[in-house]
């Protein structure tokens, strides 16, 4: 039975490049929706390919307006591969929750 602040806690509702997705043209940025804004200055996002490297990633930074979108630039060319995004956030309310996903990218 979860508690009532448990609906409070920032949930993954949307991801860019999509969960599960295969897609065939590198990623500038990854952007995550969450139910709940979040601290951007609190949170981690890493992207890691098959060979368990993290690729280099700008500084988490929510979008104008939008505390609820949270947007990190990736920093080098990323090639064709399967890459797992993983994310730690922690929302308005303090609470803190994790989660992964992955992604294609195709030649
Ligand atoms: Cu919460």
């Known amino acids: ?9 920032a949930t993954l509702e ?8 295969t ?9 995550l929706v969450f ?12 992207l ?13 930074h929510t979008a104008p307006g939008d505390r609820r979108t949270l947007i990190v630039e990736v920093s080098e060319s990323l090639a ?8 730690r956030v922690v929302s308005v309310d303090s609470h803190t929750t994790q989660g992964d996903f992955s992604f294609v990218l195709a030649r």
């Open 14 to 21: 949307q991801a860019s490049p999509r969960v599960g997705a």
């Open 48 to 60: 890691t390919g098959r060979d368990g490297r993290a690729r280099a990633l700008g500084t988490p």
């Open 35 to 46: 139910s709940e804004g979040v601290e951007p200055a609190l949170c981690r996002v890493t």
């Open 1 to 9: 039975v979860l508690a009532p602040s448990a609906a409070a806690h």
């Open 23 to 31: 897609i065939g043209t590198a990623p500038r940025e990854i952007r």
């Open 80 to 87: 064709p591969d399967a890459y797992k995004v993983a994310w």
